[in-house]
């Protein structure tokens, strides 16, 4: 059983950063593949990144490329998202997952076949 730990969060302006992390514990953390996920008030689940487990592949939904970076430290059980050019569209509460299939099987596998795991949520409100 793998347990997800999301930090970071909180209220920022639009055009700011935040970073967010995910502490792992109970699992081989390198061998999980990791997302981020996040869901907006009234609005459904979507996937935002993934990276693989030895962190050389990276997938993004097309609405957070060139603004987001995903990274993994595996020597901390840690995987991070650094938000640029934040939005008022990207306020949403923020999960981190964790997978024993591909990056890019959690990139377009979601919601059919979602992650093996779930962290509790992080909120991000960007303000205008």
């Known amino acids: 059983q793998v347990q997800l730990v999301e930090s970071g969060g909180g209220l920022v302006q639009a055009g700011g950063s935040l970073r967010l992390s995910c502490a792992a514990s109970?699992?081989?953390?390198?061998?999980?593949?990791m997302g981020w996920f996040r869901q907006a008030p009234g609005k459904e689940r979507e996937f935002v990144a993934t990276?693989?487990?030895?962190?050389?592949?990276?997938y993004y939904a097309d609405s957070v490329k060139g603004r987001f970076t995903i990274s993994r430290d595996n020597a901390k059980n840690t995987v991070y998202l650094q938000m640029n050019s934040l939005k008022p569209e990207d306020t949403a509460v923020y999960y981190c997952?964790?997978?024993?299939?591909?990056?890019?099987?959690?990139?377009?596998?979601?919601?059919?076949?979602?992650?093996?795991?779930w962290g509790q949520g992080t909120q991000v409100t960007v303000s205008s």
């Open positions: 109970g699992g081989t953390f390198s061998s999980y593949t």
């Open positions: 997952a964790a997978s024993t299939g591909t990056a890019r099987g959690m990139s377009t596998g979601y919601p059919s076949k979602g992650p093996d795991y």
């Open positions: 990276i693989s487990g030895s962190g050389t592949f990276t």
